[in-house]
C-alpha cells in the first residue's frame, strides 16, 4: 500500500523517488538519440501547426493572423531545435521531455492553446458510436477469451497515435480502424510480452482492490481501449482511478474531456453508470502537460486520491507514458506498462518493430 510522502506532486507509488529517473536516455550524452529524437520533433511540428490553424480557422479566428502565428512558432521552436542541437550541455537535465515542454510552451505562446481539439472531438464521437458493440462483444466471451481481449484492445486503440509521425500521416486523411487494428496485432510473443504472468495473476489471485490508470490518446484509444479494461477491472471487484493530462498535449485526452467520455459512455453501459454512481470510478487530473510524464511532477489533487485510496495496481499506457518515461521505473504495487510502438528509435531500443506492442507487467518482488 501507498505510503504519502512529504513532497506533493510525487506519485506515492514510485518505489525509489530519490533515484527516480522520468526519462532513462540523457540526451547531452547521447548524441545519436539526441539527433533522433530532435529530428522527430522537427518533422512533426508543421502538421501540428496546420491543426492549429484549423483549429483557429473553425474558431472564426482571423486567418492570416493565425498563418503569421504558425510561422512565429516554428521559427522560435527550430530555432530551439537548433541550440538543443549543438548546446544540450545548457540544461542541467536534457531528455525527451525537455523537448516537450518546449514545444508546448512555443505554442502557447503563440495563441495555440489546443491544436488537436478538433481531430480529438472527431475521434471521440467515432469511437463512442463503435462502443457498445465492442462492449457486447467483450460480454459475449467466456472470461479467459475476454481477459486477452481487452489486452488487444489497447494495443488497438493505442495505434491512434497523431503525435507520433508515422500515424500522424496515416490518420491526416483516414477514418481509423479499430476492428482492422485488431486483427493485424502482431503474434505473440510480443517484444516485451508479460501477458501470461498477468493472466496468471488474473486466474489465481483476489481482486485488486484500485487500480490507477494512466491513460493517453483521445478516440479508440481512451474509448475503446482503457475504457473497457476499466470496465474490465470494475467487474472484477476493483475499483479504478483514471487519470488524464491536466492540459491539452497533442492528441492526448484531457481530464475534462475524459469526464465529458464518461458521462456519455454512462449513458449506454450500465456496468460505467453503475461505478461512477458508486464513487467505484473516479477520474483525476494528472498535473501533466506532455505526451510523455514525470511521475515526480503529478499533481498534488492525485497525489491525495493515490495516497488514500490503496492503489495495488498501476497502469501506464501508451508509448510516452510508459516506453519513452518510465519503462525502467519501478513501483511499489503491481504495475502493468502497456503501448504499441510508433517510432523506429523507440522500437530499436526494444529490439522490435514498427507497430510492435508492449505488455509489461510487474510485480514490487521483481
Ligand atoms: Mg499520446
Known amino acids: 500500500m501507498a505510503e504519502l510522502t512529504t513532497d506533493d506532486t510525487t506519485l506515492p ?16 550524452e547521447l548524441p545519436d538519440k539526441r539527433r533522433h529524437w530532435i529530428d522527430v520533433f522537427r518533422r512533426h511540428f508543421p502538421s501540428l501547426l496546420e491543426q492549429a490553424c484549423r483549429v483557429e480557422e473553425h474558431d472564426g479566428k482571423d486567418a492570416a493572423d493565425a498563418e503569421q502565428r504558425a510561422t512565429w512558432a516554428k521559427e522560435t521552436f527550430f530555432a530551439e531545435l537548433d541550440r538543443m542541437e549543438t548546446e544540450p550541455e545548457r540544461f542541467t537535465r536534457f531528455d525527451i521531455l525537455t523537448i516537450c515542454y518546449a514545444r508546448e510552451r512555443v505554442l502557447r505562446e503563440a495563441g495555440f492553446d489546443d491544436p488537436y481539439r478538433l481531430a480529438k472531438a472527431k ?22 477469451e475476454r481477459a486477452v481481449a481487452v489486452v488487444k484492445g489497447m494495443f488497438a486503440g493505442n495505434i491512434f497515435d497523431l503525435g507520433a ?4 500521416e496515416r490518420f491526416q486523411n483516414e477514418q481509423v480502424d479499430f476492428r482492422a487494428t485488431l486483427a493485424q496485432l502482431p503474434d505473440r510473443p510480443w517484444v ?11 486466474r489465481a489471485g483476489e481482486a485488486h482492490e484500485r487500480a490507477l490508470m494512466f491513460v493517453d490518446n483521445a478516440g479508440p484509444d481512451v474509448v475503446l481501449g482503457m475504457i473497457p479494461f476499466a470496465r474490465y477491472l470494475l467487474q472484477r471487484g476493483t475499483n479504478v482511478i483514471i487519470t488524464a493530462n491536466t492540459e491539452p498535449s497533442l492528441n492526448d485526452v484531457t481530464h475534462d474531456e475524459l469526464g465529458e467520455l464518461l458521462e456519455q459512455v454512462a449513458e449506454v453501459d450500465g456496468v460505467i ?24 511532477r503529478v499533481s498534488p489533487e492525485l497525489v491525495a486520491k493515490v495516497g488514500e485510496a490503496g492503489v495495488d495496481l498501476l497502469v501506464l499506457e501508451g508509448m510516452g507514458r510508459a516506453l519513452e518515461s518510465n519503462f525502467f521505473a519501478r513501483f511499489n504495487c503491481e504495475t502493468i506498462k502497456v503501448a504499441m510502438i510508433k517510432d523506429r528509435g523507440v522500437a530499436e531500443s526494444l529490439g522490435g518493430e514498427l507497430y510492435d506492442v508492449v ?3 510487474e510485480t514490487p518482488e521483481g
Open 165 to 168: 509521425t508515422s500515424t500522424a
Open 359 to 361: 505488455f509489461r507487467y
Open 123 to 144: 475521434e471521440n464521437d467515432a469511437a463512442i458510436k463503435l462502443l457498445p458493440d465492442v462492449l457486447a462483444e467483450l460480454d459475449a466471451m467466456d472470461p479467459a
Open 192 to 202: 516485451v510480452d508479460d501477458l501470461d504472468p498477468w493472466l496468471d495473476r488474473l
Open 13 to 28: 507509488l514510485i518505489a525509489d523517488p530519490a533515484n527516480y529517473l522520468a526519462c532513462q536516455w540523457d540526451l547531452c
Open 273 to 296: 453508470r453503475g461505478a461512477m454512481a458508486a464513487g467505484r470510478l473516479e477520474t483525476a487530473p494528472s498535473g501533466n502537460n506532455a505526451p510523455l510524464i514525470d511521475l515526480t
